[in-house]
């Protein structure tokens, strides 16, 4: 995997870790950024076998993303902010459908794209001094990397559209309260035992299965899909693989189960 410049790319025990690393941009999201993750997503997708989550977060301890980069948005014309858009949505949807769990951790401010990323994740461990909010109204727009669509399903509509109307920012006590985040840390640090923890119980699951409860969560917000059908499907694969065969023995003989992803 070749250097990034605006990402920090680590692979750990067990799982990738991935820093945004601008931190005197409080981490905003440039177009550099945004293709070198979408590089290292897709080197991910190929490349997961043996790994059990992937952690997004941002380098140092005041900001995880605060947004797309405002300072790109002089000039941007109808026609440069579809690519804009598309470049996000490409990159966030990949996140949504990796096969192994992506977990935000969220380590200051999530702001408009900032929250958009950790709204594509699956999981969100946030630390006492995150702060959330879809600002985008503030400067005359909209969220434009998934936002109204991904905030919505979250948090219910009533909210999701307080949010966004009034670009308030939540801090991380009231984020867990809304069912935004799954979980709070104290500090960095924390976060970073809390994701190892999650993931820990990851590598005793099958990853066959893991892999199709995402496919099939997702599902349900995939309008041009019928989502019960995919579950049968999904199901399906999953009956045929020895990880399953390995499961049902391990509880008759009352043991463990040793899944090999096979
Ligand atoms: N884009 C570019 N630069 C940013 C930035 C952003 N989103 N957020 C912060 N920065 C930069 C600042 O310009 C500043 O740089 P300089 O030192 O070169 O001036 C540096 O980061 C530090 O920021 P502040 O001095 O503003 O720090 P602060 O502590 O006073 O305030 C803040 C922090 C409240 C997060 C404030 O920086 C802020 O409001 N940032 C913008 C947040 C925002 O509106 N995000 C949404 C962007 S639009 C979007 O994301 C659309 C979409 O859906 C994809």
Redesign the pocket.
């Known amino acids: 995997m070749k250097n990034f410049k605006n990402i920090i790319f680590d692979k750990r025990d067990n799982y990738y870790l991935i820093k945004v690393n601008r931190p005197?941009?409080?981490n905003?999201?440039n177009q550099d950024t945004i293709a070198e993750l979408k590089q290292s997503v897709d080197f991910i997708k190929t490349n997961y076998k043996g790994f059990f989550g992937v952690v997004i977060t941002g380098e140092g301890d005041?900001?995880f993303v605060?947004?797309?980069?405002?300072?790109e948005f002089t000039g941007l014309d109808k026609k440069a902010s579809l690519k804009f858009c598309k470049n996000?949505h490409e990159l966030f949807n990949s996140i949504e459908n990796m096969p192994i769990p992506v977990i935000a951790l969220v380590n200051g401010?999530a702001?408009?794209?900032?929250c958009?990323l950790a709204l594509s994740c699956h999981i969100r461990i946030a630390t006492k001094n995150a702060y959330f909010s879809?600002?985008?109204i503030?400067?005359g727009?909209i969220?434009?990397?998934g936002?109204t669509q991904r905030l919505t399903q979250i948090i219910g509509k009533s909210r999701a559209l307080e949010l966004m109307l009034t670009g308030e920012m939540i801090n991380s006590n009231k984020a867990l309260d809304y069912g935004l985040v799954n979980q709070l840390a104290n500090d960095n640090e924390d976060g970073l035992v809390k994701c190892e923890e999650f993931i820990k119980t990851l590598k005793r699951k099958a990853p066959i299965a893991i892999k199709n409860v995402i496919k099939s969560v997702n599902n349900f917000y995939d309008k041009s899909s019928n989502g019960f059908l995919e579950e049968i499907n999904s199901f399906s694969e999953c009956s045929s693989t020895s990880d399953f065969e390995e499961g049902v023995r391990a509880f008759i003989e009352k043991r463990c189960p040793d899944f090999k992803g096979e």
């Not at 605060?66 to 300072?71: E, L, N, P, R």
């Not at 702001?111 to 900032?114: D, M, P, V, W």
């Open positions: 005197k941009n409080l905003a999201l005041k900001s605060a947004g797309a980069d405002i300072k996000g401010y702001l408009g794209g900032g958009e879809q600002p985008e503030n400067l727009i969220p434009g990397y936002g």
